[in-house]
C-alpha cells in the first residue's frame, strides 16, 4: 500500500494488521509510484520495546505501537533526503497560516492549540498536528504537515499550511510572548527535533538554521486562559 505523507509517496507493509488502521487517512486512494518504501523487523520493533522500560502509560505499549515508533524513525531519516525533518509540536492553522507551538511533554502544547478554536472560532482553526509534524522546505518556502504521529487526543488532518511563526511554550501566571534571537532559537529547536541518527545531525542543523532564518521565533509565557491565545497571535503578527 502506498501512504503519502508530507507531500511524499512512501510504500509499507505492515507486520501489525492494527496499522493499517492506523494509517488509514493517510493511505492514496490511488495508484502512484513510491518515493521509497519501508518495512521495519521484529529485531527494530524489539529496539522500540526496549527503549520505553521504564516509561509510564504501558496501556499503550503494544507491539503495533512500537512498530509505528520503529516506521516513524526510518521514515524521519529518509524526510532528510526531501528536505524535511519532524519536530515536536503542535501545529495550528488560522487565516490561512500555520503556527506550530514547541514545549516538552506537559506543558500544555494541545491545549493551547484548543484556546485558539476557543478564541477565534471552532470553524477557522484547524489543528493540522497534535504531537510531531513533518517540517518541509518545498518551492521556496517552509511548511509544516499533518502526520498520523499526532499524539494521544489523535489530532490530524492530512494537509499541510505555510509556517508563520514558531512559538515555545512556557507555564506562567501571566502571558507574555518575545521574539528569540538565533542563538536562543536555535537551543530550542535542537530540543524539539528528532535527531535520526548522528550522520544525519549535520542536515538537520542545516534545515533547522534555515527554517531560523525564514520564520520567526518566539518563546511565550502562558496560562490555560483563553487570553493566551489572543496574545499569542497578537505577538507573532507585529511583524506582518
Same mark, same amino acid.
Given at each position: 500500500?502506498?501512504?503519502?505523507? @508530507? %507531500?511524499?509517496? $512512501? =510504500?509499507?507493509?505492515?507486520?501489525?494488521?492494527?496499522?493499517?488502521?492506523?494509517? +488509514? &487517512?493517510?493511505?492514496?486512494?490511488?495508484?502512484?509510484? @513510491? %518515493?521509497?518504501? $519501508? =518495512?521495519?523487523?521484529?529485531?527494530?520493533?524489539?529496539?522500540?520495546?526496549?527503549? +520505553? &522500560?521504564?516509561?509510564?502509560?504501558?496501556?499503550?505499549?503494544?507491539?503495533?505501537?512500537? =512498530?509505528?515508533?520503529?516506521?516513524?524513525?526510518?521514515?524521519?531519516?529518509?524526510?532528510?533526503?526531501?528536505?524535511?525533518?519532524?519536530?515536536?509540536?503542535?501545529?495550528?492553522?488560522? =487565516?490561512?497560516?500555520?503556527?506550530?507551538?514547541?514545549?516538552?511533554?506537559?506543558?500544555?502544547?494541545?491545549?493551547?492549540?484548543?484556546?485558539?478554536?476557543?478564541?477565534?472560532?471552532?470553524?477557522?482553526?484547524?489543528?493540522?498536528?497534535?504531537?510531531?509534524?513533518?517540517?518541509?522546505?518545498?518551492?521556496?518556502?517552509?511548511?509544516?504537515?499533518?502526520?498520523?504521529?499526532?499524539?494521544?487526543?489523535?489530532?490530524?488532518?492530512?494537509?499541510?499550511?505555510?509556517?508563520?511563526?514558531?512559538?515555545?511554550?512556557?507555564?506562567?501566571?501571566?502571558?507574555?510572548?518575545?521574539?528569540?534571537?538565533?542563538?536562543?532559537?536555535?537551543?530550542?529547536?535542537?530540543?524539539?527535533?528528532?535527531?535520526?541518527?548522528?550522520?544525519?545531525?549535520?542536515?538537520?542543523?542545516?534545515?533547522?538554521?534555515?527554517?531560523?532564518?525564514?520564520?520567526?521565533?518566539?518563546?511565550?509565557?502562558?496560562?490555560?486562559?483563553?487570553?493566551?491565545?489572543?496574545?499569542?497571535?497578537?505577538?507573532?503578527?507585529?511583524?506582518?
Amino acid at each position: 500500500m502506498i501512504y503519502r505523507i @508530507a %507531500d511524499i509517496n $512512501i =510504500e509499507m507493509h505492515f507486520l501489525y494488521p492494527i496499522n493499517v488502521e492506523f494509517f +488509514a &487517512e493517510y493511505s492514496t486512494p490511488y495508484e502512484k509510484e @513510491a %518515493d521509497f518504501a $519501508i =518495512e521495519v523487523t521484529e529485531a527494530e520493533i524489539d529496539f522500540e520495546a526496549a527503549r +520505553a &522500560e521504564g516509561v509510564e502509560q504501558p496501556y499503550i505499549y503494544t507491539r503495533g505501537y512500537f =512498530e509505528r515508533l520503529a516506521i516513524l524513525r526510518k521514515v524521519s531519516a529518509m524526510m532528510l533526503t526531501h528536505d524535511g525533518f519532524l519536530m515536536h509540536g503542535t501545529t495550528v492553522e488560522y =487565516e490561512g497560516r500555520g503556527y506550530i507551538f514547541a514545549a516538552p511533554s506537559g506543558v500544555g502544547k494541545t491545549t493551547h492549540a484548543l484556546l485558539w478554536k476557543k478564541c477565534f472560532g471552532e470553524e477557522n482553526v484547524k489543528i493540522i498536528n497534535g504531537d510531531k509534524p513533518f517540517v518541509r522546505l518545498f518551492d521556496g518556502r517552509f511548511y509544516a504537515y499533518g502526520t498520523p504521529w499526532c499524539g494521544k487526543e489523535g489530532l490530524s488532518i492530512n494537509e499541510r499550511t505555510p509556517i508563520a511563526a514558531v512559538c515555545f511554550l512556557k507555564r506562567a501566571t501571566e502571558n507574555s510572548i518575545r521574539p528569540l534571537d538565533e542563538t536562543e532559537s536555535l537551543q530550542r529547536m535542537l530540543a524539539q527535533i528528532m535527531v535520526t541518527d548522528s550522520s544525519d545531525l549535520a542536515t538537520q542543523l542545516d534545515l533547522a538554521g534555515a527554517l531560523i532564518e525564514n520564520v520567526p521565533m518566539f518563546e511565550l509565557a502562558c496560562n490555560m486562559e483563553i487570553e493566551a491565545a489572543q496574545v499569542a497571535y497578537e505577538g507573532m503578527n507585529k511583524r506582518k
